[in-house]
């Protein structure tokens, strides 16, 4: 009984639509802190989530390196904003850059392969650090776009997002965008506002193992 549970896979999408058809039948446009770990990744999400909620983007991703990387990625979220039309406010917000805080959170997991424990860790701090942007600002929900990408497990960050929001007020908004062709939608719009796709996840261990 016990081993069943464990292995059940939630099907996140589903608790996305049920959330999205409860905040319809409201008159309030909640508010949402989204991170946001690039702008390709970000596109569908946004173009997505802006039609339901007042969004603040924070791009907090101590993970990639070098630090040109960062900013190139950092950049073009911002172009991404600025140029693409939503319905309800979005804002870019953007963390601190501390790589150091990546690598004692990866410390003897830089071997692992990608999916494995070292990525969980980087999920991780990247979620603790939206959920308390999300508590400072007094923000609805938080979430990542993370769970768009086909090489990010959503049943883990599903997982990690719940437990972070038991210990904060905002709530964490289940999700899998890559459902519903979101990662195809992603390139589409990554060619139509012609941005700049990066070949690697971020970290340096990442970049040793370039696609
Ligand atoms: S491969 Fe990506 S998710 Fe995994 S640790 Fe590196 S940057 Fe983080």
Not at 67 to 73: C, G, V, W
Not at 124 to 144: H, V
Not at 152 to 174: D, T, V
Request: a neutral charge.
């Amino acid at each position: 009984m016990h081993t069943i549970r464990e292995n059940h896979k939630e099907n996140y999408q589903k608790l996305l639509d049920r959330k999205l058809e409860e905040i319809k039948s409201k008159e309030r446009v909640p508010t949402l802190l989204l991170h946001a770990c690039c702008a390709p990744c970000s596109s569908y999400v946004l173009e997505y989530l802006s039609e339901y909620f007042a969004i603040t983007v924070l791009f907090y991703n101590p993970n990639i390196e070098p630090e040109d990387e960062y900013r190139a990625r950092a950049e073009e979220l911002k172009r991404l904003i600025r140029e693409m039309p939503f319905r309800h406010e979005v804002v870019y917000l953007e963390g601190n850059y501390e790589p150091e805080r990546f690598h004692a959170a990866a410390a003897g997991y830089e071997e692992a392969p990608e999916g494995g424990p070292r990525c969980a860790r980087c999920f991780r701090l990247r979620l603790k650090e939206a959920a308390e942007y999300a508590d400072r600002l007094g923000m609805d929900y938080f979430t990542t776009t993370l769970t768009i990408s086909p090489l990010k497990n959503a049943q883990i960050l599903n997982r990690i997002g719940a437990e972070i929001a038991e210990s904060c007020s905002a709530a964490f908004l289940p999700s899998d965008f890559k459902k519903r062709g979101g990662y195809q939608r992603s390139i589409e719009l990554s060619r139509e506002y012609d941005l700049y796709r990066q070949n690697f996840c971020g970290c340096v261990y990442s970049k040793s193992i370039e696609k």
